[in-house]
């Protein structure tokens, strides 16, 4: 069992990424499951750039065993008003200038739910967003 | 069909080396990044306007082969720093998204 911790910083798009691309590269080192390093990457970095976007940054907890990979992605940005609407492709509050970077589809969300194996989130308005999710081996 | 391969028939330019021998087994066209995260098949080359440091991300994490930047968008210093480190290919062309997919789509349908 391996736990890894990061930062994600906010508002720094140059950075966002690096979270996700770290675990890729140690679950490669590991020689874990190609597909579910892929839904890993995937579902971690989408996550991330969230954090990025819509709540200032983050903190990326991950939990890695033979069986499993368990992310939790946890923030004290604005909290998510309304879950479903936000789980909905295409559904998105992202600002013109992160639009211009290429995010801001609204297929965020949806992206994560598809490429786990589980996933949750707890959110508050006012206190921020918490996603847990799994994806097994 | 090497990376190497497909910047000599498209008569690319290279604007970073990377694997260069790499297979490139799949397309994709697409510039929003979040839409080319759920759909960029592993050993796609992805012909794309964005050349930011988030395209260089979005293509190492799903394993594409290459980005060949259309209609000859840029590539941001931090970008090609980053592929460099990633060993992620950049090629570049003239000629649009569209264009381009035609014709890596007949590169693709030749036999080996
Ligand atoms: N960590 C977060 N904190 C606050 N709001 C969020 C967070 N993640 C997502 N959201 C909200 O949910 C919406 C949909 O998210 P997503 O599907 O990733 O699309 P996008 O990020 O492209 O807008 C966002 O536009 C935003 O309003
Ligand atoms: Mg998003």
Redesign the interface.
Known sequence: MLTLRYEVPGDD??R??EA??DV?RKLKQLGYNPEAI?KV??AM??GE?NMVIHAGGGEAIVDIDPRQVHVVLRDHGPGIPDVEKAMQEGWSTAPDNVRN????????LP?IK?YTDEFRIDTAVGEGTTLTMTVFA | MTVRDLAQRLGAEILVEGELDRPVTAGYAGDLLSWVMARLPEGAAWLTVMGNLNAVAVCSLKDGACIVLTENASLDANAQARAGLEGIPVLRVEQGSYETAVRLAALLGEQP
């Open positions: 798009f140059t966002a990424g996700s691309s890729k892929r990457a995937i970095y989408e750039i970077l290429g995010f801001g589809a609204g297929m965020g992206n598809k």
